[in-house]
């Protein structure tokens, strides 16, 4: 099951090239991946001091982006969930052409303690429920 | 006495026109003003709850700002100072030649209330010593 | 006959504050009257050297605007047409409340000889259907 | 021989959280990725239609990047030279700390023939003045 998010394209988001620019491509990822996160009610779940943090982001470009009015969609799951981490995997769609694909590693972290935490099982429950891993 | 702020354009700031997106002026502006108004100490005196936000921006665009290495100057100073707010002048320049003007209003702002509040004496003493008056 | 344009917050454009950091609303105002001349032909008219430039900006700050998922409404109209610029007003509403305000001056420009240029009659003719004159 | 580029944080940086923004790194890098190229000469060897693309992006977030005055380091070098692809690994760096890692895997274009094309004899020459390969 995945998560699909509406991406609006903004004219300030194009370049000197007519495109849209390789930093912003994680902007949208970011927008996808909180409203994922969200929706999911992983942030819910998200209590006190049990907070999580982006611990690596890599992100594949494949065809161009331009500015135009219809929205793009960004489809997001999660790929993997490990001992206090774990992967979602995003792809930025035109229709069914993959234009970008991103992997974010979430890390469980503990604002009390400063240090990195287990997933709990509340954030498991929901994570389980969107997994798909790669093979 | 005017205060000068050194702008470092990104190639990011750059937009499809190849020029300095009128947006990003906005941003230059406002790095301009934070510095000019710590290193005034005018955010020393904003003590508590008495803050300063603001309430009007005005840019005029008279030459496009070009991606280059070698950074530009913003110069800013006071123009006028009322009860409860006064206003900031910068301007972005390459060498001699003006290439936009700017004002900013602020105003200030009791976060206790919610309310403006007027501008107190510790602001007052450090806004005068860079104020010159508009015709 | 006022203008509708959909803006959505990205997390990305909130500051320190919690709030849309000041320079965020010139890129909403920027989409806002992108996709208003778009829609009104406006861009349609301006062929070959015939552009349209930003020569000023000004914005009204009067509530903050936060983080939702909801978008808001940002509506603009025409307020003056001039020899060689008009004036376009935009709101950014939440329902019925001005959450802010501001007005952008553009000036007809010729690209061939790079000076100001007369709003010609086919921008005066779509203008006209949308200018709500000031009192 | 690594590249040093000066990062001067601005306050449009920080988001809700007060730290510099995650995607923010991303534009970083992109300043400091595009002076290493253009001080390196390799930008001046891309001649015509023999382009260089971002292919894929990878950060790694170690400690958060906060608002100061005093800029930041980010270095670059290059860590492999394939056939028609290079990386470009960087650092943004507070002193001797490393804050922030990434590598950015570049690949030679024909923007004539829009397909990719084999790092050229005067690219290789210059990349590999700057190589220090990973273990």
Redesign the interface.
């Given at each position: 099951m995945r998560h699909t998010y509406t991406c609006?394209v903004?004219?300030?988001d194009?370049?000197?090239?007519?495109h849209v620019?390789?930093?912003t491509y994680?902007?949208y990822y970011?927008?996808a991946r909180?409203?994922f996160l969200y929706d999911l009610g992983a942030w819910a779940v998200e209590a006190g001091s049990e907070q999580l943090?982006?611990?690596?982001?890599?992100?594949?470009?494949r065809r161009p982006i331009l500015?135009r009015?219809e929205p793009f969609a960004i489809d997001s799951w999660v790929t993997r969930i490990g001992t206090s981490s774990f992967d979602v995997r995003s792809q930025i769609r035109d229709g069914h052409e993959v234009l970008s694909s991103a992997v974010a590693v979430l890390v469980g972290f503990d604002s009390r303690t400063a240090r990195s935490r287990p997933v709990n099982a509340d954030e498991r429950a929901v994570l389980t429920s969107v997994l798909e891993p790669e093979r």
């Open positions: 609006q903004r004219w300030s194009v370049d000197a090239y007519g620019n390789n930093v994680f902007e970011q927008e909180i409203a943090v982006v611990a690596r982001l890599t992100v594949d470009y500015f009015a």
